[in-house]
């Protein structure tokens, strides 16, 4: 419990919200980049799905794994930039598990 000196109230300190101004940009981005990571996954998931099921042409899978990798790629520079690690991007949904699925990762 805290008291809030302002008011001689008490406050469960897990309610309270604390945001530090020397990590705010940091937070923002390991939450975008969760974000994009996630679309990631998914789309590599799509797109593996369509290439088993013979829906793309060559020229598509080429394409596609490209982006992928290209993306991936960026991903890797941005979490670099803000000393994140992949797993720093897998956040914890309390009773229902992680965000992201695990996925092995080179």
Known sequence: MIIDRSNGTQTDRRRRVELDPDT???DIARLVLTVVELL????????????ETGELTEDQE?????TLMLLDDRMGELRSRFGLRPEDLN???GPLGPLLPKEPHP
Not at 40 to 51: D, F, G, K, N
Not at 62 to 66: A, H, N, P, T, V
């Open 40 to 51: 990631r996954q998914l789309m590599e998931r799509q797109a593996l799905r369509r290439v």
């Open 24 to 26: 705010v940009e940091r």
């Open 91 to 93: 956040i914890d949904l």
């Open 62 to 66: 080429e394409r596609i794994g490209l």
